[in-house]
């Protein structure tokens, strides 16, 4: 059975917490992937930069909406998440626009299981970590790619 470390890129490009966004965004575009690993010093995952992460830059807020009860100003929003919003739609740095302790896989994981991930949560970028530490990147492209590696079904 495959699993993510045989299909996984070994080779990963990443970013910092502290990397601006115009560069990771740079590197998005220009390396034609779809989600960056976030890393420290020590190699240790802190969070994926994705493109979905950056285009909520220019996404509009509403105003939230509120209703009264008892003479009082109920609001039907989550201001906790609104910031949260807001943070990223401003964010100057990585660590403000990244989706921290992102859903990770381990090199033993089977390809069965990184698929389903990938589909059930709409992910196209999944880590591959050992002890916190990033190893490797799988994609859908990745996973695509074993597709060709199979015999053809007869109908």
Do not use: W, Y
């Not at 994981?109 to 709409?122: F, P, Q």
């Amino acid at each position: 059975m495959l699993t993510a470390k045989d299909i996984m890129t070994k080779d990963v490009i990443t970013v910092s917490p502290d990397t601006e966004i115009s560069k990771a965004t740079r590197l998005l575009l220009e390396k034609r992937i779809n989600g960056l690993p976030v890393v420290d010093e020590k190699g240790e995952l802190k969070g994926i930069l994705c493109q979905s992460d950056l285009i909520v830059q220019q996404k509009k807020f509403p105003i939230p909406s509120f209703f009264t009860f008892l003479d009082g100003f109920i609001p039907l929003t989550s201001m906790k998440q609104l910031e949260k919003e807001v943070q990223k739609a401003a964010a100057a740095t990585v660590s403000h626009a990244m989706t921290a302790n992102p859903v990770t896989v381990s090199p033993d994981t089977g390809i069965s299981g990184v698929a389903a991930l990938m589909v059930d949560r709409n992910f196209h970028t999944l880590p591959v970590t050992e002890k916190g530490k990033l190893v490797g990147i799988v994609g859908k492209e990745d996973v695509l790619r074993t597709l060709l590696n199979q015999p053809e079904k007869e109908e």
